[in-house]
């Protein structure tokens, strides 16, 4: 096969010969019926059919080519070869027809005639187009993308070509040559999408997400050399669990729904889809700061195909990526131009946060139920406040039938136990707090037992399904359901060692979200970061702070790309940088009954009533639908802002 440069010429010679060749006929057939009209007498009405085909007049003209054209030449050759038998009914020519055989252009001899024109057209064509061509530098114009008739020299060097003053396309019947078409993928410097990437897609990373759909990508692209950007979510879940709600999702399936308890992801983003973004269902696996790459291990065929898409076309000019290993077509890396780190934290139980699809939640969950019934101890570890709630709740939809206005016990209430390692509940806050919240579960027949901690569990040691607890006091327990609030641990395995701290969290820069070790615009956000205290609170304060610097690192980005010898510095100098400013003020809301419960907002005690109204009613289910929707705060107040 030749090379698809070296038949374009020939192609436009044969094209423009054509066309010359069809004016040139349709002028002769237009003079030759011109000087036909003139010398025309009365027809002769035609005697058989052969006449009548003869006098007729061409369809379009002498050389059409069409179906119908065909087929009237057809006739003719057929009429003309054909000899009479008759020769008295030999077919006599008419008038019109003397006139055109006079003028050398009848039906019969315009094909010869056309043939000889179209030679002379063809030459000269050819003539005229290598004087076009010779004037002009040899090669394809790289910046132009048309085509100069002959092939560039092989020893030239590539930016000799590229720095070349690009000359004017040739003329054809004075019409420009048509611009050659190099393929669908785009050049130059914004041709590809940067990717902002966001690990983890919970509170705060839907959040940024969302603020990054509505404001941030609008004060973007403000110079011409500005690239485009991408955002692309990665989640190892489609689903965000509730976890609010887990306290009272554990206990049975008909309090809250796994409909209400698993929102979808990616239906809260349908208006955004006039902008680009993709959700990768995925489970960070390494981080490289050096390349600026992120190791995915993909969850599904549907994020295999979106992950390929985002690697489709790499722009290796501005950050190169890591080769992929195609055996393995589960694990891939993506560049990231900027990266968020929103992967939060998980419970050491199954039942209170995700671990890995929602999948797998749901199935812990409905384990749970379905051992629950027939359990007769159960056995909840931590004083903080998801143990308080996990054991206030069990004890008030299992062990009591009714609540208002008067309680009724169940005849065989099942044994409730909560361990705490401290000597009181909720060490974190006010020990009045606490005292009250003992005294709530004390109330409902929970067994407390402080300073004591959990240092062995063996699941199913006698294969009846019961747990068997190694306890800090030298001491053995035998329970049929245990659950874990001990705490949680970040997600924070795939960063190197050296970003995080002795615990296991980000260090990042408390006042402007950025993890500085880890290069430009790579930020912290949530229960992963060093600076939070494991509250949803300190995951929204913190979300207008990260978003501006974020928009700010992508602004000084394309100034400098805009003038890259330093001509816009002082418009990234006026880029000032946000300061978070973490509250003071302790808010904590721990339902215990079923109307009733502890808390604080900013370090003010408030009532049972209230408690339950702010969360211990539903815990706040009625918020995860505009969480994953809107990206704001499930505890903001209506006339406040979305973030507090």
Known sequence: MFPVETLVPAYYEERAAADEAKRIARQQQQEAAT??????????????????????????????????????????????AAPSSNPSQAPTPSNKETAKNTTGVSATGVSAELEKVRAEQIRAEKERLHIAMSSQPSGKSVETGYYNGTEPNAKEAPGDRTSRQSPEPPLINGRHIRKLSRGKTPTGLGAEPLNVVILGASFGGLSCAHHFLDHTINQLRRTSTSPSYR???????THVYWNIAAPRALVAPGLIKHDDAFIPIEPGF??????????????????????????????????????????????KAISPASPTDPANAKVQTIVYHALLMCTGSSAHSDLLSLHGPHLNTMGALNNFHAKVAAAKSIVVCGGGPSGIETAGQLATFLNYTSHFPIRRRVKKPKQIILITGTSRCLPAFKPKLGLKAENLLRNLGVTIKHNIRVTAVLEDFDLTGQSKLELSDNTQMIADLYIACTGVTPNSQYTPLSLRDAQGYITSNAATMRVDAAGPRVYALGDVAAYSANYVHDVYAAVPTLMQNLMHDLLAHELRLASPYGGNQDAIDALEDAVFIPRTGESQLVPISRFGGVGVVMDRRVPGWVVHLLKGHNFRVCKALGVVVDGGNPYRVRMGSKYE
Do not use: W, Y
């Not at 025309?40 to 003869?54: D, E, G, S, Y």
């Not at 955002?231 to 879940?237: E, K, Q």
């Open 35 to 80: 000087k036909a009209q003139e010398a025309a007498v009365t027809k002769q009405a035609p005697r058989n059919m052969t006449q009548a085909i003869m006098q007729r007049p061409p369809l379009a003209h002498t050389n059409s080519n069409g179906f119908l054209g065909n087929i009237f030449q057809g006739f003719v050759k057929a009429a003309s």
């Open 231 to 237: 955002l692309v979510i990665i989640s190892p879940s």
């Open 270 to 315: 349908h208006r955004h889809r006039g902008h680009q973004f993709t959700i990768i269902q995925g489970e960070c696996k390494a981080m490289d700061t050096a390349a600026r790459t992120v190791t995915i291990e993909l969850i599904g065929s549907e994020a295999q195909k979106r992950c390929s898409q985002v690697n489709k076309r790499t722009s």
